[in-house]
């Protein structure tokens, strides 16, 4: 019996299962792979320009478009694929010892198919370290773009803070001046002048008293 022959015997078994896992790994890891690099072309004009053949002004402008809901979105959306990537990654081997062990019970059952049971026990942990090899190389691929869509996620939106910031401060010192009310300031009406009539009514004062005295 040759080995192709030997591992597709039990396609239409428990193996089934694996295969529609794995196709809808397929399909997340699809899903996963155009949203992050979607991000990353957005982000990639915030962290990184000029881009490729654009120039600054052109850049300046598509980074000008973006928006914070649109970014946090697609980062947000990357997130939950990835995880959901992740958590069907790690089931593909328990799935094999799962269709192993469902074959082993049928052979305990089952005594005139031994060797049909045998092989869907060896097949279904064949496939399931397959599928987990697969996407754990997929997920090595996937990974560093997720970290840095993230740093540069946390970048675009700091940057985007301070400059809230900055343009809030004119804005907020020109409602404090208006609702702070001038003081008002006393205005002198009359100015009392002493004359030399008043002034010489004045005492002198005795400089050299003590001296004279002494």
């Not at 970014?71 to 959901?84: D, F, H, M, Q, R």
């Not at 074959?103 to 060797?115: A, Y």
């Not at 754990?136 to 540069?152: A, T």
């Not at 009392?192 to 010489?200: K, Q, R």
Request: aromatic letters at 10%; charged letters at 20%.
């Amino acid at each position: 019996m040759g080995f192709l022959s030997v591992i597709f015997m039990n396609f239409f078994g428990f193996d089934m299962v694996i295969f529609l896992a794995a196709i809808l790994n397929g399909a997340v890891y699809y899903f996963l792979k155009r949203n992050s690099d979607k991000l990353h072309g957005m982000m990639h004009h915030t962290i990184y320009v000029p881009h490729f053949h654009l120039s600054r002004a052109e850049t300046n402008e598509q980074v000008a478009r973006l928006c914070e809901e649109d970014v946090i979105a697609l980062n947000s959306t990357a997130g939950k694929l990835y995880s959901l990537f992740i958590n069907i990654t790690g089931i593909f081997p328990l799935l094999g010892i799962l269709g192993t062990v469902i074959s082993l019970l049928g052979l305990v059952s089952d005594m005139e198919n031994v060797t049909g049971n045998f092989y869907g026990a060896l097949t279904s942990t064949f496939w399931g370290l397959i599928f987990a090899i697969l996407f754990k190389f997929l997920d090595g691929v996937i990974s560093p773009q997720i970290e840095s869509n993230e740093r540069s996620v946390q970048i675009f939106l700091e940057q985007n803070s301070n400059e809230d910031i900055k343009a809030a401060k004119p804005s907020v010192t020109e409602e404090l001046s208006q609702e702070k009310p001038a003081e008002d300031i006393p205005e002198v009406t009359d100015v009392e002048i002493v004359t030399e009539e008043y002034a010489s009514e004045v005492p002198p004062v005795m400089i050299g008293a003590n001296s004279d005295e002494e």
